[in-house]
Every structure is written in C-alpha cells, then in structure tokens.
C-alpha cells in the first residue's frame, strides 16, 4: 500500500473539500478523526490511532483567531459567514 503525502495531493483541491467538510459543523474530535492514521504498534498488528487532539484544537483555534472560522453555539465550529 503506497502512503499519500501532502506533496501527492493538489493543494487547492484538498483545501476546498475541506472547506466544504467546514460547512457543517465540526469539532476537535472529528478533526482528529479525519487527520487520524495507522499507528505501528511493533511486532503487533497496526491499527487506526486518532490524531492529537491538542493539535486540532490548537489549529481551529488559531483558524477562528484568524476569523476564518467561528464557534457555532450547537457546539463545534464552522466557515465564518464572509467565507462561505
């Protein structure tokens, strides 16, 4: 199985899809759900692992510092309005 790194993947493209995946809303847990991958676990089986939530959490917090994005009071965040 061949690994996809960023470099792979077209920007542009993958920031749209995430804008469009923004326009729900979402939270730390389904940012770390998403950026999730194969934890190695030695000799033993690998198997999907969350990524850090500080990371997520930290990064939508700075995205809604920037005013990208903003709290939605259902919970979570979403695309600021002048974004959408």
Same mark, same amino acid.
């Given at each position: 199985?061949?690994?996809? %790194?960023?470099?792979? @993947?077209?920007?542009?493209?993958?920031? =749209?899809?995430f804008? %469009?995946?923004?326009?729900?809303s979402v /939270?730390? /847990?389904?940012? %770390?759900? $998403?950026?999730?991958g194969?934890?190695r676990? /030695?000799? #033993?089986?690998?198997?999907? #692992?969350r990524?850090?939530?500080? @990371?997520a959490r930290?990064?939508?917090q700075?995205? &809604?510092?920037l005013k990208? $994005? &903003?709290?939605?009071?259902?919970g /979570?965040?979403k695309?600021?309005?002048q974004? =959408?």
């Amino acid at each position: 199985m061949q690994s996809v %790194t960023l470099k792979d @993947v077209d920007q542009h493209k993958f920031v =749209r899809a995430f804008a %469009t995946f923004l326009k729900k809303s979402v /939270g730390v /847990g389904a940012v %770390t759900k $998403i950026f999730g991958g194969r934890k190695r676990n /030695g000799v #033993c089986p690998s198997h999907y #692992c969350r990524s850090s939530g500080s @990371v997520a959490r930290k990064a939508l917090q700075s995205l &809604e510092q920037l005013k990208l $994005i &903003e709290a939605n009071p259902d919970g /979570g965040r979403k695309l600021s309005v002048q974004y =959408r």
